[in-house]
């Protein structure tokens, strides 16, 4: 399993290790394979300060040993005296260099190459030679005019001239990989994770209880204050280690059989499917116009989209999100206020208990399955068949069982691939169809009566926005109202191992009582006075 | 679950799809056509190996890449002024005679005539002056560049420091050879 360090690295980057492990020269591979993964532990891992250091003062004797105007091409490129016996062969004569500047001196000894000023003295062994051209070879590939840059600030310089070109270097390192790493930060906080978890029994996945045990044990790591951040960085953690686990196991080509010994095809197809959802919500707001949900209504599903990236392995965390997330939030800004009023109720309790974060669940859906009725005389008027697909989806709310099936085989026996094709004759079957079946003449009422009433921006003006925005709004408030679904259908199987059923409202009872017990605990060490 | 929520989602919109799916599969053919072509980087040894060896099939296609990238082609030239034996720059302006048909500089001197009883054909003749024994063993390269492109001329043999090359006057590399605003590079 690779390391979670490689998460997040550019497919450019992990490109360009692999163009120099296969970069050849005269004399075969230019580098050898285990050089370069080393570079690119140094490159990753953001440990480059030594390596331009040296880099550095390598160029300083390469320029300055004899100041020929193509002597880093020469040497690096054209001469390629990148082996250790040529790279001592180059400096042999090193003793007698007559462009030098005074007070230094460069020559090989038994460790390599000796580069001497009056008061200190840098070393550059000859095996490291292979890994220093590499890396030039790697940075003059994307920082353009580099070679020109060091060739004019470090020939005939002093060593403070080194040190101040390294630093320069390194700030030019670090801008270029901002495109190509993922930030510091968020490398540290991965680290974190992968340490915390390597000493849990059983290794294994996150699980509800992980999490919280997470947050509990990082109390004194900067950025995990809020529950929420914890939550967010661990479902971060485990998506990126299976996005590298599938990528690792594409590139090393396993067979199906292998592979699902690793990951159960299941798993994936669920992971995908969770990952577009997410994915199509973001780039479709809902709360934009056409304003499908307000903010409020999208804010209180958030927790779900964020957990619902990683299925069903975490069915409480997104209500403790929720919930107990809220209430640390309105904690922490009560011990920020200035003028702290007495609000001992607000503090002690948090507002919301899952059991009105389900009935706010259960009135989104609601709203949902309004604005898809809204959506419906939307296309409808739109003269658009798709109508009838976000009918499909709310005919249930609307019409019993059995009116329901024969809706849908008259459906199936009437609309084909073919038919569709010509829409507008469809269209009139439509309206005729409408007057043959009263059922279908009310649903269609009904979602011209949803569209009266809906007042949200992009329903009173629908004919100012295109067809297109309401059918993927109305395809990401299907997907919404199966994750609200699922949220709740996982929230009471989370119960535990019970033999008889049990309703929501149990469930709601039983799962508050014991979070709030330990989210009391743990909010009273982390803000403490104001609870 | 997840076989209710695929259904649902196939059951969903299956009319708008089919449409919309044609024109995605196209665009994605397009995207994976266009990056499998171009998918190994060029490193900075590829730029210096194809100004050294130009000759080489790789070096060849190694140029047309170079040609079609703003960022290769400042590197390319950059190696090429540091390579170059000597370069004759653009011509002046010669009054209505836009060819230049004999080029000199301190190391080569170089003329284009037309093939004897052949008016589609053209020669090249290079004489260098001090060549080296190294030069005259390996041979030389002519890089020819224009409005930023670059393309090469190799006469890999030569004989008393002299090389000849035949080349068709329709030929892309004859219509830059003769161009006034061509930049010559020996290497």
């Known amino acids: 399993m690779p390391s979670i360090i490689s998460v997040g690295i550019s497919e450019s980057l992990l490109a360009d290790f692999e163009a120099l492990r296969d970069t050849s020269s005269v004399s075969g591979k230019k580098y050898h394979t285990k050089t370069i993964d080393r570079l690119s532990q140094y490159i990753c891992c953001r440990n480059y300060a030594k390596l331009s250091l040296e880099l550095c003062y390598l160029v300083w004797a390469v320029v300055n040993y004899k100041r020929d105007s193509a002597a880093l091409l020469n040497f690096f490129w054209i001469d390629e005296a990148i082996t250790p016996s ?105 680290r974190h994770i992968e340490q915390w978890t390597q000493k849990q029994a059983p290794a294994g996945k996150f699980d509800d209880h992980k999490v919280i045990r997470f947050w509990q044990d990082s109390r004194d790591i900067d950025g995990y204050v809020k529950y929420t951040s914890a939550l967010e960085d661990v479902i971060d953690y485990e998506l990126a280690k299976k996005s590298l686990l599938q990528a690792h196991e594409a590139q090393h080509a396993l067979s199906l059989d292998e592979y699902a010994q690793i990951v159960s095809q299941d798993e994936i197809s669920l992971y995908e499917s969770a990952s577009n959802i997410f994915e199509a919500f973001e780039k479709t707001p809902l709360s934009s116009t056409p304003k499908f949900l307000s903010s409020k209504q999208i804010g209180l599903v958030l927790p779900h989209i964020t957990v619902a990236n990683l299925n069903d392995s975490l069915p409480l965390s997104a209500w403790r999100a929720s919930v107990f997330g809220q209430w640390q939030s309105q904690l922490i800004q009560l011990s920020r206020s200035t003028q702290i009023q007495d609000k001992t109720h607000e503090r002690s309790h948090p507002i919301e208990s899952y059991e009105t974060h389900y009935q706010q669940l259960v009135s989104l859906k609601k709203a949902i399955k309004l604005t898809l009725l809204s959506c419906v005389a939307v296309l409808y008027n739109k003269k658009s068949l798709a109508c009838l697909s976000v009918l499909d989806w709310v005919l249930q709310d609307l019409i019993d069982a059995a009116q329901l099936s024969a809706l849908r085989l008259f459906f199936q026996a009437n609309i084909t691939e073919e038919s569709a094709k010509g829409t507008n004759e469809l269209f009139v079957m439509l309206k005729r169809w409408q007057l043959e079946k009263p059922v279908l003449n009310k649903v269609f009422n009904l979602a011209q009566d949803a569209l009266r009433k809906n007042n949200k921006q992009g329903f009173k003006d629908w004919h100012k926005y295109d067809e297109d925005a ?62 | 679950m997840n076989q209710s929520i695929t259904s649902a989602h196939e059951q969903l919109f299956a009319i708008a799809k089919a449409t919309r799916k044609l024109s995605e599969q196209a665009h994605n053919e397009v995207t994976t056509s266009v990056n499998k072509q171009h998918k190994k980087p060029l490193l900075f040894n590829d730029i210096v190996k194809t100004a050294c060896l130009p000759h080489l099939a790789a070096s060849k296609a190694n140029l047309v890449r170079i040609n079609k990238s703003s960022i290769h082609m400042p590197q390319y030239l950059w190696v090429l002024n540091k390579i ?59 890089h020819m560049v224009l409005n930023n492109k670059c393309s090469v001329l190799s006469f890999m043999t030569l004989q008393d420091n002299r090389a000849e090359l035949t080349l068709a006057k329709t030929s892309q590399e004859y219509g830059v050879l003769i161009n006034d605003d061509t930049f010559i590079h020996l290497s």
């Open chain 1, 86 to 190: 040529a790279f001592r062969k180059a400096f042999e004569h090193s003793h007698q260099a007559e462009w030098l500047p005074s007070d230094s001196k460069i020559y090989i000894d038994e460790m390599g190459l000796c580069i001497q000023f009056k008061y200190s003295k840098f070393v550059i062994s000859a095996t490291r030679i292979s890994l220093l051209s590499a890396f030039l070879e790697l940075l003059t590939t994307h920082i353009h005019h580099l070679l020109d840059e060091l060739e004019a600030n470090l020939m005939g310089t002093d060593e403070k001239s080194i040190k101040q070109h390294a630093n320069t270097l390194q700030k030019q390192i670090y801008d270029w990989l901002k495109a190509h790493l993922p930030s510091a930060k968020v490398q540290q906080r991965f």
């Open chain 2, 84 to 142: 170059s034996l000597s370069i004759s720059d653009a011509q002046a302006a010669a009054s209505s005679v836009v060819e230049a048909l004999v080029r000199q500089t301190d190391k080569f001197e170089l003329r284009v005539r037309d093939v004897e009883h052949d008016d589609s054909l053209a020669s090249v003749n290079l004489l260098l002056k001090n060549a080296s024994s190294t030069q005259t063993q390996v041979g030389c390269h002519l």
């Open chain 1, 470 to 531: 309401y059918l993927e709004g109305s395809q990401q408030l299907v997907n919404l109202d199966v994750l609200v679904t699922k949220a709740i259908s996982t929230f009471v199987s989370s119960v535990g191992e019970t033999t008889k059923e049990i309703s929501i409202l149990e469930a709601c009872v039983v799962n508050f009582s014991a979070d709030l017990c330990i989210f009391t605990e743990e909010l009273k060490l982390r803000h403490r006075g104001a609870i």
